[in-house]
């Protein structure tokens, strides 16, 4: 199960997307089929846990001065529990 994140230029904001949701198709995308970046913004690599995929984005968000958000896939892996227990840093997120 792999997570990424998206880095949108305008939107201000990094959102963590489940490789299987069709925004994300394991990140590439549905905006291209070529490779990672595209107009708007730019996929992250694929990380092995929903944790690994939140640190970075947090990183990248604070760098940013954008904030983190889920993806809708993720609201609903989280509303099935098919996500489990997610813990996140100590570390304060940007959106708190």
């Not at 998206?6 to 995308?29: L, Q, S, T, Y």
């Given at each position: 199960?792999?997570?990424y994140h998206?880095?949108?230029?305008?939107?201000?904001?990094?959102?963590?997307?489940?490789?299987?949701?069709?925004?994300?198709?394991?990140?590439?995308?549905k905006q291209?089929?070529?490779?990672?970046?595209?107009?708007?913004?730019?996929?992250?690599?694929?990380?092995?846990?929903?944790?690994?995929?939140?640190?970075?984005?947090?990183?990248?968000?604070?760098?940013?001065?954008?904030?983190?958000?889920?993806?809708?896939?993720?609201?609903?892996?989280?509303?099935?529990?098919?996500?489990?227990?997610?813990?996140?840093?100590?570390?304060?997120?940007?959106?708190?």
């Open positions: 199960m792999a997570f998206f880095h949108h230029n305008k939107a201000r904001h990094v959102k963590i997307h489940h490789g299987d949701c069709p925004e994300c198709n394991e990140g590439k995308g291209t089929r070529s490779g990672r970046g595209t107009t708007t913004g730019n996929w992250s690599p694929p990380f092995n846990s929903y944790l690994k995929a939140y640190q970075d984005a947090n990183t990248l968000a604070r760098q940013l001065s954008v904030r983190v958000e889920d993806h809708d896939c993720i609201e609903k892996m989280r509303a099935e529990k098919s996500l489990g227990a997610i813990e996140k840093t100590a570390e304060e997120p940007v959106n708190s």
